[in-house]
Protein backbone atom coordinates (compact mmCIF):
# COMPACT_ATOMS: atom_id res chain seq x y z
CA UNK A 1 0.00 0.00 0.00
CA UNK A 2 2.87 2.22 0.69
CA UNK A 3 5.05 0.93 -2.24
CA UNK A 4 6.51 4.75 -3.18
CA UNK A 5 8.05 2.92 -6.08
CA UNK A 6 9.51 6.16 -8.20
CA UNK A 7 11.10 4.21 -10.61
CA UNK A 8 7.67 3.31 -12.42
CA UNK A 9 7.10 7.00 -13.12
CA UNK A 10 10.65 6.67 -15.46
CA UNK A 11 8.20 4.37 -17.48
CA UNK A 12 4.94 5.97 -17.70
CA UNK A 13 5.61 7.46 -21.63
CA UNK A 14 7.38 4.74 -22.45
CA UNK A 15 5.35 1.98 -24.49
CA UNK A 16 8.03 0.07 -25.09
CA UNK A 17 8.39 -1.27 -21.96
CA UNK A 18 6.07 -4.50 -21.40
CA UNK A 19 6.19 -4.96 -18.04
CA UNK A 20 4.39 -1.10 -17.15
CA UNK A 21 1.40 -2.22 -14.75
CA UNK A 22 -1.68 -1.36 -17.01
CA UNK A 23 -1.45 0.95 -19.70
CA UNK A 24 0.92 3.88 -17.57
CA UNK A 25 0.30 6.41 -19.71
CA UNK A 26 -0.05 9.09 -17.15
CA UNK A 27 2.36 12.37 -17.26
CA UNK A 28 4.54 12.60 -13.98
CA UNK A 29 4.95 16.43 -12.64
CA UNK A 30 5.65 18.35 -10.10
CA UNK A 31 3.70 21.34 -10.70
CA UNK A 32 0.23 21.79 -11.31
CA UNK A 33 1.08 24.29 -14.31
CA UNK A 34 1.45 21.52 -16.52
CA UNK A 35 -2.06 20.10 -16.44
CA UNK A 36 -3.69 20.76 -19.53
CA UNK A 37 -7.34 21.53 -19.68
CA UNK A 38 -8.48 21.56 -23.63
CA UNK A 39 -12.31 21.68 -23.37
CA UNK A 40 -15.19 23.63 -21.57
CA UNK A 41 -16.94 21.53 -19.08
CA UNK A 42 -13.66 19.40 -17.97
CA UNK A 43 -13.30 18.23 -14.06
CA UNK A 44 -10.70 18.05 -12.27
CA UNK A 45 -10.24 15.92 -9.39
CA UNK A 46 -7.55 16.23 -7.10
CA UNK A 47 -5.96 14.12 -4.05
CA UNK A 48 -5.05 16.10 -1.00
CA UNK A 49 -2.16 14.61 0.66
CA UNK A 50 0.99 14.97 -0.92
CA UNK A 51 -0.84 16.40 -4.45
CA UNK A 52 -1.31 20.22 -2.53
CA UNK A 53 -0.83 19.36 0.92
CA UNK A 54 2.61 18.39 1.95
CA UNK A 55 3.25 17.63 5.72
CA UNK A 56 6.97 17.60 7.08
CA UNK A 57 7.20 14.02 7.18
CA UNK A 58 4.98 11.73 4.70
CA UNK A 59 3.23 7.91 5.22
CA UNK A 60 6.94 6.59 3.35
CA UNK A 61 8.81 8.18 6.39
CA UNK A 62 6.63 6.13 9.35
CA UNK A 63 6.35 3.08 6.85
CA UNK A 64 10.28 2.89 6.77
CA UNK A 65 11.16 3.38 10.36
CA UNK A 66 9.12 1.08 11.42
CA UNK A 67 9.78 -1.40 8.74
CA UNK A 68 13.95 -0.51 10.04
CA UNK A 69 13.24 -1.50 13.16
CA UNK A 70 10.04 -4.03 13.58
CA UNK A 71 9.81 -5.87 10.50
CA UNK A 72 9.69 -9.25 12.41
CA UNK A 73 6.71 -7.81 14.96
CA UNK A 74 3.83 -6.89 13.12
CA UNK A 75 1.62 -8.27 10.34
CA UNK A 76 1.69 -6.57 6.93
CA UNK A 77 -1.87 -5.29 7.47
CA UNK A 78 -0.77 -4.44 11.35
CA UNK A 79 1.74 -2.27 9.43
CA UNK A 80 -0.05 -0.55 7.52
CA UNK A 81 -2.79 -0.02 10.61
CA UNK A 82 0.31 1.73 13.13
CA UNK A 83 1.67 3.12 10.23
CA UNK A 84 -1.38 5.06 9.10
CA UNK A 85 -1.99 5.89 12.90
CA UNK A 86 1.41 7.62 13.65
CA UNK A 87 0.90 9.44 10.23
CA UNK A 88 -2.54 10.63 11.01
CA UNK A 89 -0.96 11.93 14.68
CA UNK A 90 1.51 13.60 12.46
CA UNK A 91 -0.91 15.35 10.31
CA UNK A 92 -2.42 16.56 13.35
CA UNK A 93 0.09 17.75 15.40
CA UNK A 94 1.89 19.65 12.32
CA UNK A 95 1.12 22.47 10.28
CA UNK A 96 1.04 21.56 6.41
CA UNK A 97 3.05 23.15 3.36
CA UNK A 98 1.43 23.93 0.27
CA UNK A 99 2.58 21.74 -2.69
CA UNK A 100 2.84 24.41 -5.29
CA UNK A 101 0.77 27.98 -4.53
CA UNK A 102 1.70 29.39 -7.69
CA UNK A 103 1.16 26.48 -10.23
CA UNK A 104 -2.03 25.95 -7.86
CA UNK A 105 -3.56 29.36 -8.45
CA UNK A 106 -2.85 29.24 -11.84
CA UNK A 107 -4.40 25.73 -12.26
CA UNK A 108 -7.70 27.59 -10.88
CA UNK A 109 -7.53 30.66 -13.02
CA UNK A 110 -7.53 27.92 -16.12
CA UNK A 111 -10.44 26.24 -15.00
CA UNK A 112 -12.45 29.51 -14.54
CA UNK A 113 -11.78 30.52 -17.86
CA UNK A 114 -12.66 27.06 -19.27
CA UNK A 115 -15.83 27.16 -17.47
CA UNK A 116 -14.27 23.75 -16.20
CA UNK A 117 -14.83 22.32 -12.42
CA UNK A 118 -12.31 21.16 -9.46
CA UNK A 119 -13.19 18.83 -7.13
CA UNK A 120 -11.07 17.24 -3.63
CA UNK A 121 -11.13 13.09 -3.83
CA UNK A 122 -9.45 12.11 -0.52
CA UNK A 123 -9.05 8.46 1.13
CA UNK A 124 -9.03 10.19 4.63
CA UNK A 125 -11.93 9.49 6.41
CA UNK A 126 -15.22 11.39 5.94
CA UNK A 127 -14.84 11.77 10.17
CA UNK A 128 -11.69 14.26 9.57
CA UNK A 129 -13.77 16.78 7.23
CA UNK A 130 -13.26 19.52 10.56
CA UNK A 131 -9.55 18.80 9.96
CA UNK A 132 -8.98 18.51 6.30
CA UNK A 133 -10.83 21.85 5.95
CA UNK A 134 -8.67 23.18 8.07
CA UNK A 135 -5.86 21.74 6.72
CA UNK A 136 -6.66 23.54 3.31
CA UNK A 137 -7.49 26.55 4.87
CA UNK A 138 -3.89 26.85 6.32
CA UNK A 139 -2.64 26.44 3.09
CA UNK A 140 -5.01 29.42 1.86
CA UNK A 141 -7.31 26.83 -0.40
CA UNK A 142 -11.29 28.41 0.44
CA UNK A 143 -11.74 24.57 1.83
CA UNK A 144 -15.76 25.57 0.47
CA UNK A 145 -15.03 26.54 -2.48
CA UNK A 146 -14.87 23.34 -3.95
CA UNK A 147 -16.33 19.95 -2.82
CA UNK A 148 -14.41 17.31 -1.16
CA UNK A 149 -15.14 13.95 -1.38
CA UNK A 150 -13.81 11.26 1.13
CA UNK A 151 -13.14 7.35 0.00
CA UNK A 152 -12.74 6.73 3.90
CA UNK A 153 -10.03 4.06 2.58
CA UNK A 154 -12.57 1.56 1.78
CA UNK A 155 -13.14 2.07 -1.85
CA UNK A 156 -10.51 2.48 -4.48
CA UNK A 157 -10.96 6.27 -6.40
CA UNK A 158 -11.43 4.97 -9.43
CA UNK A 159 -14.58 2.87 -8.72
CA UNK A 160 -15.47 6.03 -6.09
CA UNK A 161 -15.38 8.34 -8.83
CA UNK A 162 -17.71 5.51 -11.76
CA UNK A 163 -20.33 4.93 -8.53
CA UNK A 164 -20.32 8.40 -6.70
CA UNK A 165 -19.52 11.32 -8.74
CA UNK A 166 -21.56 12.96 -11.24
CA UNK A 167 -20.80 12.78 -14.37
CA UNK A 168 -23.69 14.12 -16.30
CA UNK A 169 -22.16 16.74 -18.86
CA UNK A 170 -18.60 16.47 -17.83
CA UNK A 171 -16.76 16.54 -21.56
CA UNK A 172 -13.70 15.05 -19.82
CA UNK A 173 -11.89 14.05 -16.49
CA UNK A 174 -8.84 15.04 -15.30
CA UNK A 175 -7.37 12.93 -12.08
CA UNK A 176 -4.05 14.08 -10.46
CA UNK A 177 -2.59 12.16 -7.41
CA UNK A 178 0.67 11.37 -5.87
CA UNK A 179 -0.09 7.13 -5.14
CA UNK A 180 0.22 4.44 -8.00
CA UNK A 181 -2.17 2.55 -6.48
CA UNK A 182 -4.86 5.09 -6.58
CA UNK A 183 -3.46 6.57 -10.65
CA UNK A 184 -3.78 2.97 -11.76
CA UNK A 185 -7.74 2.04 -10.51
CA UNK A 186 -8.52 5.70 -12.07
CA UNK A 187 -7.21 3.78 -15.32
CA UNK A 188 -8.96 0.78 -14.76
CA UNK A 189 -11.92 2.52 -14.92
CA UNK A 190 -11.26 5.31 -17.08
CA UNK A 191 -9.02 4.32 -19.69
CA UNK A 192 -9.18 6.84 -22.00
CA UNK A 193 -9.14 9.87 -19.43
CA UNK A 194 -5.80 11.65 -18.93
CA UNK A 195 -4.43 11.22 -15.19
CA UNK A 196 -0.86 13.15 -13.93
CA UNK A 197 0.86 11.78 -10.65
CA UNK A 198 2.35 14.55 -8.72
CA UNK A 199 5.54 14.29 -6.97
CA UNK A 200 6.13 16.83 -4.93
CA UNK A 201 9.91 18.71 -4.51
CA UNK A 202 10.92 18.46 -7.84
CA UNK A 203 11.72 14.79 -7.56
CA UNK A 204 11.11 14.31 -11.51
MG1 LIG B 1 -1.99 11.47 -1.74
Known amino acids: MFNNNSNNSNNSNNSNNSN???????????SFESIQITKPNTLIICDIDETVIHFQRSVYYFHNKLIDAFVEDFTPNELIDITTLLYNTHKMNNKPHHTDVKGFFQLTQKIKDLSSNFIFLTARNIKS????????????????????????????????????????????????????????????????????????????
Open 20 to 30: NISNQNYQVIN
Open 129 to 204: DEMTKSDLFSIFINPNQYPIHYTNNKISKGEYISKYIDLDGVSEIIFIDDLDENLQSFNYFFPNSKYYKFIYDNKI
